[in-house]
Antibody, heavy 120, light 108 residues
Framework: QVQLQESGPGLVKPSQTLSLTCTVSGDSINSGNYYWSWIRQSAGKGLEWIGRMYTSGSTNYNPSLKSRVTISIETSKNQVSLKLSSVTAADTAVYYCARGLGTDWYFHLWGRGTLVTVSS | QSALTQPASVSGSPGQSITISCTGT?????????VSWYQQHPGKAPKLLIYEGNKRPSGVSNRFSGSKSGNPASLTISGLQAEDEADYYC????????FGGGTKLTVL
């Protein structure tokens, strides 16, 4: 079955850029009319949607994070990436990769998540 | 960005039914086909339970049901089981995706 696996540094220094990768296994990232999202969960703010990207290149971002976020897809590697710049302690969270369908706004498949701590 | 409000906690005994409410602004919730619900066990990723207000993905027990009208939206779990003890989140869309703060369900 299709599985999502997040990976990346568990510790990032303040003001630096957080970079994570989601590897899709069990299917091509191009198959179906899917989009790929990043969602994070922190103790203080609960679940927070970061943004999404279609393999067509179309993107949508959370307005509160838009100025710092870039989501990209590398189809040859079956991967989705997240970059979040100028991080602070408030960006400490578990980051999830998730898949959605078409123009819907729900997430039917999630990765296991990866904890990122922002600290010097 | 508006918020979705859920009770912090609910509890029930095995076999009972419980309902979790999700209160938002009229524009958040009246588009009920945009409301989804997620279950999250400790240390695990959220799992989609309900989408478009009252639809269940394949494999989700019919003990889970969502409301399709009124504000607040709601999730009902009938025939409570010990394995239902988890956190539950509602989710909707108004210009951006928004989540409720989560409700911790305790099965007594």
């Amino acid at each position: 079955q299709v599985q999502l696996q997040e990976s990346g540094p568990g510790l990032v220094k303040p003001s630096q850029t957080l970079s994570l990768t989601c590897t899709v296994s069990g299917d091509s990232i191009n198959s179906g009319n899917y989009y790929w999202s990043w969602i994070r969960q922190s103790a203080g703010k609960g679940l927070e949607w970061i943004g999404r990207m279609y393999t067509s290149g179309s993107t949508n971002y959370n307005p509160s994070l838009k100025s710092r976020v870039t989501i990209s897809i590398e189809t040859s590697k079956n991967q989705v990436s997240l970059k979040l710049s100028s991080v602070t302690a408030a960006d400490t969270a578990v980051y999830y990769c998730a898949r959605g369908l078409g123009t819907d706004w729900y997430f039917h498949l999630w990765g296991r998540g990866t904890l990122v701590t922002v600290s010097s | 960005q508006s918020a979705l409000t859920q009770p912090a906690s609910v509890s029930g005994s095995p076999g009972q039914s419980i309902t979790i409410s999700c209160t938002g602004t009229a524009s958040d919730i009246e588009g009920f086909n945009l409301v989804s619900w997620y279950q999250q066990h400790p240390g695990k990723a959220p799992k989609l339970l309900i989408y478009e207000g009252n639809k269940r993905p394949s494999g989700v027990s019919n003990r889970f049901s969502g409301s399709k009208s009124g504000n607040p939206a709601s999730l009902t779990i009938s025939g409570l089981q010990a394995e239902d003890e988890a956190d539950y989140y509602c989710c909707s869309y108004e210009g951006t995706v928004i989540f409720g703060g989560g409700t911790k369900l305790t099965v007594l």
